[in-house]
């Protein structure tokens, strides 16, 4: 067995690679590794007669895996309790190669599993559906998809949120496969744990199994694969046994191989603690209990109570219509009609950008010029510029298409106070605008409640930066693939600051100053140890700084890998 094993994975390297990662990315096809399917089965399946349903089974490791854990508990043939769907047609020449051709009929189709019905399984109902449904966003659904996903929700009186990705039809629809006390154990992305639509999906989970159990995997699975998307592991058990008010419960586990440690404990569920706040799971549960009690102290304010904030403007083409001194030269465009933009954030380091910021953005020719063009453009050298801008791909330009004047992009919002880091590595950063400068989308734009100083402005970035507010970020942001953290404006606006009223204008001043300075040196630990003591070391919260600072540390950890 362990032979065949070897060549079967052998064959399956050599197979993934006859569909590109653009293909596999179109389909919503992520093939998971042999060692999770393992595990996964090995949790899943506890009987040599269950029967294994698997709805999308594209590079076949959970099938492998299933055949290896029915042959270990005694199953003398394991293939003719396992099921399929799938649509690929090579996900077909996988299946040749690891299931007996004479099990294949009757138990795998070629057919989209959200028109497969449980009425076409030989038997009432598996014992485990196991696998990892596709990612496909509802944007990049086809007009097809999009019917039949309709006819099906109003067909089971299921109210999903437009914005939902295949996955979760795909999790919803495997429930009528089961029989009472069936299970589930499925590969999802990230966005199960927090998207707005996963909350319906999260709930009719909890109304139809006794327990529920997600694990946020640290270890990235489909870098290579191109996704931004973490992995979290979805185990449901007892279906249809005191489903009302079943219970959630969400942990995390560094590797592959903490994960199959953690699963072996017969009682996971039980070990673990609901969690007070909806997040990923990579923040402990004691952090985020100590983060939530402090939140409701006295001078805690929300970002969303002295602020406001919107995403930055959409060019619709930013290489096309942002570029350097050195490439508008080129273009012979004059600085008339240019304008200082924010840049990309990783040329801005501090806590503010100042008229020298810009100077030195301008002379280092990087891209922080922005086309400003009147209605009707006269200059012959910016009339030959925008001409020259391809016709067919400005008429396919949805972002044009919804404008007056296409070259033009600016809104009618004001210039921003400062602007809102919201996607890095080291957490969210407020800069404030001290050159009346816009942004694009790449940054979102921050406007202080009408009276807010100059003062209390400093006051807020600097508190931004504290280990408390750094924590916060990770327990409302997203961790992205790539190990980024990214926050919604929504998200921003629930982060909670610690603004005290006891600090002078001097002392706030010299706070940032330093703060800025060691941003600007790169030196990110350096600079959460200023805005930590200035504003904490002398409170009677001093003393949750190591806890908040440790918890930081371990969730940044676990992010960034």
Same mark, same amino acid.
């Given at each position: 067995?362990? $032979?065949?094993?070897?060549?079967?994975?052998?064959?399956?390297?050599?197979?993934?690679?006859?569909?590109?990662?653009?293909?596999?990315?179109?389909?919503?096809?992520?093939?998971?590794?042999?060692?999770?399917?393992?595990?996964?089965?090995?949790?899943?399946?506890?009987?040599?007669?269950?029967?294994?349903?698997?709805? *999308?089974?594209?590079? *076949?490791?959970?099938?492998?895996?299933?055949?290896?854990?029915?042959?270990?508990?005694?199953?003398?043939?394991?293939?003719? /309790?396992?099921?399929? *769907?799938?649509?690929?047609?090579?996900?077909?020449?996988?299946?040749?190669?690891?299931?007996?051709?004479?099990?294949?009929?009757?138990?795998?189709?070629?057919?989209?599993?959200?028109?497969?019905?449980?009425?076409?399984?030989? #038997?009432?109902?598996?014992?485990?559906?196991?696998?990892?449904?596709?990612?496909?966003?509802?944007?990049?659904?086809?007009? /097809?998809?999009?019917?039949?996903?309709?006819?099906?929700?109003?067909?089971?009186?299921?109210?999903? #949120?437009?914005?939902?990705?295949?996955?979760?039809?795909?999790?919803?629809?495997?429930?009528?496969?089961?029989?009472?006390?069936?299970?589930? &154990?499925?590969?999802?992305?990230?966005?199960?744990?927090?998207?707005?639509?996963?909350?319906?999906?999260?709930?009719?989970?909890?109304? *139809?199994?006794?327990? +529920?159990?997600?694990?946020?995997?640290?270890?990235?699975?489909?870098?290579?694969?191109?996704?931004?998307?973490?992995?979290?592991?979805?185990?449901?058990?007892?279906?249809?046994?005191?489903?009302? /008010?079943?219970?959630?419960? +969400?942990?995390?586990?560094?590797?592959?191989?903490?994960?199959?440690?953690?699963?072996?404990?017969?009682?996971? #569920?039980?070990?673990?603690?609901?969690?007070?706040?909806?997040?990923?799971?990579?923040?402990?549960?004691?952090?985020?209990?100590? #983060?939530?009690?402090?939140? =409701?102290?006295?001078?805690?304010?929300?970002?969303?109570?002295?602020?406001?904030?919107?995403?930055?403007? +959409?060019?619709?083409?930013?290489?096309?219509?942002?570029? =350097?001194?050195?490439?508008?030269?080129?273009?012979?465009?004059?600085?008339?009609?240019?304008?200082?933009?924010?840049?990309?954030?990783?040329?801005?380091?501090?806590?503010?950008?100042?008229?020298?910021?810009?100077?030195?953005?301008?002379?280092?020719?990087? $891209?922080?010029?922005?086309?400003?063009?009147?209605?009707?453009?006269?200059?012959?050298?910016?009339?030959?510029?925008?001409?020259?801008?391809?016709?067919?791909?400005?008429?396919?330009?949805?972002?044009?298409?919804?404008?007056?004047?296409?070259?033009?992009?600016?809104?009618?919002?004001?210039?921003?106070?400062?602007?809102?880091?919201?996607?890095?590595?080291?957490?969210?950063?407020?800069?404030?605008?001290?050159?009346? &400068?816009?942004?694009?989308?790449?940054?979102?734009?921050?406007?202080?409640?009408?009276?807010?100083?100059?003062?209390?402005?400093?006051?807020?970035?600097?508190?931004?930066?504290?280990?408390?507010?750094?924590?916060?970020?990770?327990? +409302?942001?997203?961790?992205?693939?790539?190990?980024?953290?990214?926050?919604?404006?929504?998200?921003?606006?629930?982060?909670?600051?610690?603004?005290?009223?006891?600090?002078?204008?001097?002392?706030?001043?010299?706070?940032?100053?330093?703060?800025?300075?060691?941003?600007?040196?790169?030196?990110?630990?350096?600079?959460?140890?200023?805005?930590?003591?200035?504003?904490?070391?002398?409170?009677?919260?001093?003393?949750?700084?190591?806890?908040?600072?440790?918890?930081?540390?371990?969730?940044?950890?676990?992010?960034?890998?």
């Amino acid at each position: 067995m362990a $032979a065949l094993l070897d060549h079967n994975r052998r064959d399956r390297e050599s197979d993934v690679q006859a569909h590109d990662i653009s293909h596999r990315k179109k389909i919503g096809a992520f093939y998971t590794p042999l060692t999770v399917s393992t595990v996964l089965s090995s949790w899943g399946i506890r009987s040599s007669k269950d029967t294994i349903l698997e709805p *999308c089974f594209g590079g *076949c490791t959970f099938l492998e895996a299933a055949v290896s854990r029915l042959t270990a508990l005694g199953s003398k043939t394991p293939e003719k /309790n396992l099921f399929g *769907c799938d649509i690929d047609p090579l996900a077909f020449v996988y299946l040749a190669k690891r299931v007996e051709r004479a099990t294949v009929d009757g138990h795998f189709f070629k057919q989209d599993f959200i028109k497969f019905l449980p009425d076409q399984l030989p #038997h009432r109902g598996v014992d485990l559906v196991i696998g990892n449904p596709p990612y496909i966003r509802h944007s990049n659904f086809s007009s /097809n998809q999009r019917a039949l996903l309709d006819t099906w929700t109003d067909a089971l009186g299921i109210k999903l #949120h437009r914005r939902a990705n295949l996955w979760a039809y795909f999790v919803l629809h495997a429930l009528r496969f089961l029989k009472p006390g069936g299970r589930v &154990a499925l590969v999802l992305p990230g966005s199960f744990l927090y998207a707005d639509y996963s909350a319906t999906v999260r709930k009719y989970l909890l109304n *139809c199994f006794k327990t +529920v159990t997600a694990i946020t995997l640290a270890e990235r699975l489909f870098v290579s694969e191109g996704t931004e998307e973490t992995t979290v592991i979805l185990l449901a058990d007892g279906y249809d046994i005191k489903p009302q /008010n079943g219970s959630f419960r +969400v942990t995390c586990a560094d590797s592959v191989d903490d994960l199959s440690k953690l699963i072996a404990n017969p009682d996971l #569920h039980a070990s673990l603690h609901n969690q007070p706040y909806d997040g990923h799971g990579m923040v402990p549960i004691e952090v985020g209990n100590l #983060h939530l009690t402090l939140s =409701s102290k006295a001078e805690m304010r929300t970002l969303g109570s002295i602020a406001t904030m919107r995403i930055g403007l +959409v060019t619709g083409d930013t290489p096309y219509f942002i570029k =350097s001194k050195r490439e508008w030269k080129k273009h012979n465009i004059d600085a008339q009609h240019l304008e200082y933009i924010f840049p990309k954030s990783v040329f801005v380091q501090g806590l503010v950008i100042n008229h020298l910021d810009k100077k030195q953005h301008i002379s280092d020719h990087v $891209a922080c010029l922005a086309l400003s063009t009147p209605a009707v453009p006269r200059a012959e050298n910016l009339v030959e510029y925008l001409n020259g801008y391809p016709k067919e791909k400005r008429k396919d330009n949805a972002t044009f298409a919804k404008r007056q004047i296409w070259h033009q992009f600016a809104d009618e919002y004001p210039v921003p106070d400062a602007f809102f880091v919201f996607m890095t590595d080291y957490g969210p950063r407020i800069v404030l605008n001290h050159v009346g &400068a816009y942004a694009t989308n790449s940054v979102y734009r921050v406007f202080f409640n009408e009276g807010t100083s100059v003062s209390q402005m400093k006051l807020v970035a600097v508190s931004m930066y504290t280990s408390f507010t750094q924590l916060g970020a990770e327990i +409302v942001g997203h961790p992205r693939g790539s190990g980024a953290l990214k926050l919604e404006p929504s998200s921003a606006l629930k982060l909670v600051l610690y603004l005290p009223t006891d600090r002078s204008v001097d002392e706030i001043d010299v706070a940032f100053q330093q703060l800025d300075s060691r941003l600007r040196e790169s030196d990110l630990e350096g600079a959460r140890v200023i805005a930590d003591d200035f504003l904490f070391s002398d409170t009677d919260l001093a003393n949750t700084l190591p806890s908040l600072r440790a918890g930081l540390s371990t969730v940044r950890q676990r992010r960034i890998r």
